[in-house]
């Protein structure tokens, strides 16, 4: 890896300045085991949340990892959403629609799953898991992708592990749909990679083919849009032993001769340590989450460029997330 924009310092030094525009976040908060929403215009995220959504009280839904707001256009918009679980069965991925709080689709995942994400325009939801678990299905040693897909267009995801497509990735943190290049990106030990989908002729995923690597030192933890330019960001753990470690960007680049895929020479952005999560919102401002110690894998607080941090006292955020609405 090549590293670019080198800031010296941690998350709580290094402040790069940016508008403050009010935007909604959601947390993964693992203390409540609840999906969050917060006005990033607050320092104090104590007190009922704008939104939240508890998950289920059994073993395969605790710890939540990872949450996302899609629109469908069957069930309106909806919270996709995983849990790491401490079943042997494994762990957990569901649709949560934001107007009722239902659960409209809901499967175990054999594995601990870390991130999820949905595919438009197929509705196949897709699961990142860092390790496999002892299920009664195969499954590749050491973690990897799954993807949930209908078998027809608009339909629901089978529940099954069986019915569903796998391909291995040691490590799996972090998974993100590009609905403008029609990719799906991971990330995971040593590796940051795109696939494209393999389809029938009833236009069915069937499969994934990866067209771009980008290899790094360590693992990769969290993957995530800039929404304020095209580029995609991701962290990569460790302390000072991993010269790797850090907040990273890069871009996919194509070839329109060749038609090959490629990821743009890597920049860092951040010279921190253990980051959980990190993205920047449409007005510039980043935010994150970054934990204190590899021991330690949640904070109570989310920081913001270019103003003091938000904090919910007892809390225990795992992952931030931009809503995708501005408050008015």
Not at 290 to 316: E, I, L, M, Y
Request: net charge negative.
């Amino acid at each position: 890896m090549t590293a670019g924009l080198a800031a010296a310092g941690s998350a709580a030094t290094v402040r790069p300045s940016a508008a403050a525009t009010n935007h909604l976040i959601i947390v993964v908060e693992q203390a409540a085991n609840q999906i969050q929403r917060f006005s990033n215009g607050t320092t104090d995220w104590n007190g009922t949340p704008g939104w939240y959504w508890s998950a289920p009280g059994n073993d395969t839904w605790k710890y939540l990892a990872d949450a996302k707001r899609r629109l469908t256009a069957r069930w309106d918009d909806v919270l996709v959403c995983c849990a790491n679980g401490t079943s042997r069965t494994g762990g957990r991925a569901a649709m949560v629609r934001e107007s009722d709080k239902a659960v409209v689709w809901t499967a175990v995942v054999p594995g601990n799953p870390h991130s999820v994400e949905r595919i438009d325009g197929h509705g196949a939801i897709v699961t990142a898991s860092s390790r496999a678990r002892t299920t009664g299905d195969s499954y590749q040693n050491g973690g990897g992708i799954n993807l949930f897909v209908p078998s027809t267009h608009g339909g629901l995801p089978p529940t099954s592990f069986a019915d569903s497509i796998s391909t291995g990735f040691p490590g799996a943190h972090g998974v993100l749909w590009d609905d403008v290049n029609e990719l799906l990106l991971a990330i995971g030990d040593k590796e940051l990679r795109a696939y494209r989908l393999v389809t029938n002729g009833s236009d069915v995923i069937t499969g994934l083919s990866r067209v771009a690597t980008l290899s790094f030192t360590g693992t990769g933890h969290d993957l995530q849009p800039d929404y304020a330019s095209e580029d995609i960001l991701y962290t990569v753990g460790g302390d000072a032993g991993n010269p790797d470690h850090g907040i990273w960007k890069t871009r996919l680049v194509h070839d329109d001769v060749t038609g090959a895929w490629s990821f743009a020479s890597p920049g860092r952005l951040h010279d921190w340590y253990f980051t959980k999560s990190f993205s920047r919102l449409p007005d510039g401002t980043e935010f994150w989450v970054d934990a204190p110690s590899a021991a330690t894998w949640w904070s109570d607080t989310v920081g913001f460029s270019g103003r003091a941090d938000s904090v919910r006292t007892g809390a225990k955020f795992y992952k931030a997330r931009f809503w995708s609405h501005v408050l008015t």
